[in-house]
């Protein structure tokens, strides 16, 4: 974690919650825990709002390796889902498609700041 502020800012990729200990309010409290991909970008302290974001550039460097493993082993993972169930594969396909776009975007939002000076 990089950086340290009171203002939330405008997120909108995957947020999970996970108790954690807080350096400001020294309580365990529910932080939520915000991702791009499948990596962590910033917390927040639901208790007193106490943010922990990263702000590195090596984060984009991750991000993006990250988001080349997913790439790479997205046809597996495809044919492993309609192998199990096609009937389900093939009914959210068409959703699936139209969403990641969108998710991708949300996930280049979250990192957007990062780097800036
Ligand atoms: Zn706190």
Redesign the pocket.
């Known amino acids: 974690m990089g950086s340290e502020g009171h203002a939330a800012p405008e997120w909108t990729a995957t947020v999970y919650l996970a108790e954690l200990s807080?350096?400001?309010?020294?309580?365990p409290?529910l932080?939520e825990l915000r991702y791009a991909g499948r990596i962590l970008v910033a917390s927040r302290?639901?208790?007193?709002?106490?943010t922990l974001r990263r702000a590195d550039p090596a984060l984009w460097i991750e991000y993006l390796e990250d988001l080349l493993q997913r790439v790479r082993t997205k046809p597996r993972r495809m044919a492993t889902r309609a192998l199990r169930n096609p009937r389900r594969f093939f009914s959210e396909l068409p959703k699936s498609m139209l969403t990641k776009p969108v998710h991708l975007a949300e996930e280049f939002r979250t990192l957007l700041p990062i780097g800036k000076v």
């Open positions: 807080c350096g400001r309010c020294a309580e409290s932080h302290c639901t208790n007193c709002g106490a």
